[in-house]
Structures are given as structure tokens and as C-alpha cells.
């Protein structure tokens, strides 16, 4: 947050940033997304919705698994939310009581850390030491050590961009499964893997919770609406908690996500776009000093190994902005023992801002 303040108040006295930080895709939704929402408001159909939402986008979601993923996800099932974001509060409230210890990996989104520990659970952080995502044998070693409540992981993740394999998904819920672990699986970045098909949990544990958005593949980050598909024991749950804590997500954007799901015509080129930035930033990155620290096979971000260039990437990242204009977000949120030589790039923006954010990078690394 500190990077983006500085990064849009020196756009606001004319200085020409480059932001490689945000992590949000640059494109506004597609204009039939746009077209339903004027509509709605045309007709003014704009209040409350269900706690659970709108039976016409549950059914187009429970759609959407039979034709995406071959899964056979009943829309009782599904209740759309407030963004992930108010999936990740709705679940850990549903799922667990105070003090429960729940794990994470490190390097991961801070957000789950934050939220965990406001609702008084113990986090557990998992360091992948070097691997791209959590597997099955080091779970079960954290177990022995830890013994966990719960599990949240994410794939793709941010902010690496590693994909798990669903060989090892399987693997990793088979374990879960057979240690009592509840699971939460963040897919919030799936239609955006670009080394193989979205791969669900839903494909190989109905128990899962899982968490997804419009924000990401859908472009839809400012209309504040995603889903989670629950086991049938949780619903109720959710229901009651999210009349409580919401009432419901917006209707305007619930009525726009459904025309949302028609989209690929408009999001399949964006996302080869995201394909030809990952490509580029591969490549040019390294040549800059910036290591891969984990493949980037989904999602929009390149996750950096920093420590040839710096030990401080948060002062370092203060110093690329003020001195070259290029924001990148310091790893310190995503891991804190080790986010002090990491750092995130997203390439949600255009080829041509890749270029010139990495030509302004190296200029200014020879001019250090």
C-alpha cells in the first residue's frame, strides 16, 4: 500500500509511472458485462438479493462446473459474496472457532494472515523453502509438529503465479482428508493457467471449500462479487453469517457476473495477452538480475529473488519508483522472514509497458 500511495501521487504531479504492482488486470469488463448492469439500472432493479444470492447466477455458476471443470456442483451449493474477500471471512467464521490453528504457505496473499488472526485463530505459516506450492509429505510433516485445524491454499497463488499440478492436488486433499484437516481452496485465479487446464478440488474432494471471483479472469475487481461452493454442511452457515455480516452481495453486479460467464470472446484475448507479457517478463527479467523464484505458470505475477541486487526490497522498491517512475510490490507482505529479497511484478498491462517499465529498470540499475 505504501508503494501505490507513493506511485499515485507521483502520477498526480505528471510524473509518468509504470505499475507493475497492482495486482488487478487493466482492462474494464467486457461490454456486455457493462451493457447488463446499464440495464439493470435502467429498471432499476437494484436492492437486496438472498443472503445466498441470485438463483439465476447460482444456476449459471453450477453451469459453469458441469462445462468447465466436468463437475456436478448442485447451485444449492454455491453463495455468491461480497468479493473473495468476504469468502475468506464467511469461511473462516463457518469453519472454525478462536483459537484454531489454520495453515498457510509462505510466501502467500497477506490478507489471509490478517483476517486469521483478527478472528483470534492461531496462523500456521508453511515456508515452501524454495519449492513452487505445497505437497502432500510436507503438510504431514507440519502435522506431526502442529497439528492443524484447517488449510487454505491457493492455485494459482499469489504472489508466485505457481500452478499445483493435479497430481499433487490430489495428493495434498487425499492427506488432508486422511488427517481431519478442513481445506479451503483459494481458486480466484483460475481461467488464467497458462501450462495446463484449471484443475478444481472440487475434482477430487466434494468436502472442499472452495473460494473464486470475478475480480481476476473476469475483470471485474471494482464490482465487489465472487462465490464459494460449500459442503452441504457449511451452507446454512454461510447463509445466516452473511445476512448478518452483508445482507447480500450488490444485486447491479450479481446481475452483471451472470452475463460475465459469456465472455470468453473478450477474456480469452486479454488472457493471451497476460501469456505474451509472462513470456517477455521470463526472459528480459533475469537479464535484468531479477531471479524466478517460482515458475509463474498462472495468474499475472513473476515472483523475484531480489538478493543479487538487495537484502532491503522494500527500500529498493521506494527507489525504483522514485528514481526510474517502475512500481513493484516488496515481498515483506507475502513472506515476513523471507519477503526482504523477494518481489512481486504483475504484467496485467500491455506488452508495450513491459518493455519500456524493464527498459527504465535497467537504465536505472546502471546509473546505482
Known amino acids: 500500500m505504501d508503494i501505490l500511495a507513493e506511485a499515485n501521487r507521483l502520477r498526480a504531479v505528471g510524473k509518468p509511472v509504470i505499475s ?15 451493457d447488463a448492469a446499464a440495464q439493470a ?10 443472503a445466498l444470492g441470485l438463483r439465476p447466477l447460482r444456476d449459471a455458476l453450477s453451469d459453469h462446473y458441469r462445462r468447465h471443470y466436468r463437475v456436478e456442483v448442485p447451485a444449492e451449493r454455491i453463495a455468491v459474496t461480497t468479493g473473495s474477500s468476504a469468502g475468506f471471512n464467511l469461511a473462516f467464521l463457518a469453519m472454525f472457532d478462536p483459537g484454531d490453528r489454520v495453515a498457510i504457505t509462505a510466501p502467500g496473499y497477506p490478507a489471509y494472515r490478517n483476517i486469521l488472526k483478527a478472528l483470534g485463530l492461531e496462523v500456521v505459516e508453511i515456508p515452501l523453502e524454495g519449492m513452487a506450492y505445497l505437497t502432500a509429505d510436507r503438510l504431514r510433516e507440519v502435522h506431526a509438529a502442529t497439528p492443524l485445524k484447517g488449510l487454505l491454499f491457493a492455485s494459482p497463488a499469489n504472489p508466485t503465479g505457481a500452478v499445483m499440478p493435479a497430481h499433487a492436488l490430489q495428493k495434498l486433499l487425499d492427506a488432508t482428508a486422511e488427517l481431519g484437516i478442513e481445506t479451503i481452496s483459494d481458486e480466484i485465479y483460475h481461467g488464467l493457467c497458462y501450462t495446463e487446464a484449471d484443475t478444481t478440488a472440487l475434482q477430487f474432494d466434494q468436502s472442499v471449500t472452495v473460494i473464486n471471483s470475478f475480480s481476476k479472469y473476469y475483470c471485474m475487481t471494482g464490482w465487489r462479487v465472487g462465490w464459494m461452493v460449500l459442503p452441504d454442511h457449511l451452507v446454512r452457515a454461510v447463509e445466516r453469517i452473511a445476512q448478518s455480516l452483508y445482507i447480500s452481495a450488490p ?3 450479481q446481475r452483471a457476473a451472470i452475463a460475465a460467464l459469456t465472455a470468453q470472446d473478450v477474456l480469452e484475448p486479454i488472457k493471451s495477452r497476460y501469456e505474451a507479457n509472462r513470456a517477455f517478463l521470463l526472459k528480459r527479467l533475469p537479464e ?5 523464484a517460482a515458475p509463474p505458470d498462472g495468474a499475472f505475477y513473476a515472483y523475484c ?6 537484502n532491503d526490497s522494500m527500500s529498493f522498491a ?6 526510474s517512475h517502475v512500481a513493484a510490490t516488496p515481498g515483506l507482505d507475502f513472506d515476513p522472514q523471507e519477503g526482504h529479497r523477494t518481489m512481486r ?3 496485467a498491462g500491455t506488452l508495450d509497458e513491459m518493455r519500456e517499465a524493464t527498459d527504465r529498470i535497467e537504465r536505472w540499475l546502471r546509473q546505482r
Open 251 to 253: 444485486e447491479l453486479s
Open 318 to 323: 521506494k527507489a525504483m519508483l522514485s528514481e
Open 305 to 310: 529473488d531480489v538478493s543479487r541486487l538487495t
Open 41 to 50: 439500472l435502467a429498471e432499476g432493479r437494484i436492492g437486496y438479493t438472498d
Open 20 to 34: 507493475l504492482a497492482v495486482g488487478q488486470p487493466s482492462d474494464p469488463a467486457p461490454q456486455v458485462v457493462r
Open 345 to 347: 511484478f504483475s504484467y
Open 288 to 292: 535484468l538480475g531479477f531471479g524466478i
